[in-house]
């Protein structure tokens, strides 16, 4: 299939991480279907920049902790890629997520399952219900985090679940290797988003600290993150897979 007909899915992509990997792909020639939470304006955008690139690109609202949605949300997506002329896309990218910070001794049972309800639940779940949309040789790249290998206080609960997320990748690689399909994790170290409430982007003495303890002396940018993923999904990285990738400039090396 030519490389300008390839199409993606993937979540969380109206800002940080997501946007990031949805306009990578786009300048690569690969069209989108993208999740947003609630700021429409701000996917708006997303689908203007990735349009101006020259591809297709598509918003769909979608809270990616309520599983009960994702049979719909299926349909929506068989609808769009009917609209494009498409049966099936080639890429999904599980990126959405929330953040999380306690020490063990301060985890609500409410807090622990709300990580879950969108980390570990949603993402097998709406793989789970997209799996029928994937051609055959596609690829799937589910995001964890660089807090499953550098322990800090505080993040056990979101490390935890991200963890999970590792171990389900395995899983799929090799439940799907039948169909061809390729399935990795990328983990982000410490990048500068809006993610928990812009604590590395905006606090001054994080920042720092994220810097001191990089190879590279600094925290992570989004557009560090985005074109990575899609070089991982393209035909150059076809034999990368059940991998872990982290994506932190070497931290705590």
């Known amino acids: ?31 989108s279907i993208f999740t947003y939470s609630s700021n429409r304006a701000a996917a708006d955008e997303v689908v203007a ?9 598509a918003a769909r609202q979608l809270d990616a902790g309520e599983v009960a949605a994702f ?29 999380h910070h306690a020490r063990i001794e301060e985890v609500t049972e409410t807090d622990l399952d709300a990580l879950y309800q969108v980390h570990v639940k949603g993402v097998f779940f709406l793989t789970q219900a997209l799996l029928p949309l994937i051609h055959d040789g596609g690829r799937i790249v589910n995001l964890s985090s660089g807090l499953t290998r550098i322990i800090r206080p505080g993040s056990a609960a979101y490390g935890a679940m991200k963890g999970a997320v590792e171990v389900f990748t395995k899983y799929l690689a090799k439940e799907l290797g039948a169909r061809g399909i390729a399935v990795n994790v990328v983990a982000p170290g410490a990048v500068q988003t809006d993610f928990s409430g812009g604590m590395v982007r905006d606090n001054p003495q994080v920042n720092k600290q994220v810097a001191d303890m990089t190879a ?14 899609a070089s991982l999904l393209s035909e150059d990285n076809r034999w990368v897979n059940a991998q872990r990738i982290e994506v932190s400039g070497g931290m705590s090396i």
């Open 216 to 229: 590279l002396g600094r925290a992570g940018l989004p557009d560090d993150i985005g074109p990575m993923i």
């Open 1 to 31: 299939m030519p490389a300008q007909t390839r199409i993606a899915l993937v979540t969380g992509g109206s800002r940080g991480l997501g946007r990031s990997t949805v306009l990578a792909l786009a300048a690569r020639g690969v069209n």
């Open 49 to 57: 920049l990735a349009e101006q690139a020259g591809v297709k690109a």
């Open 71 to 99: 049979r719909g949300f299926s349909n929506e997506v068989q609808y769009v890629l009917g609209e494009w002329g498409a049966e099936r896309f080639d890429y999904l990218v599980n990126n959405a997520g929330t953040s």
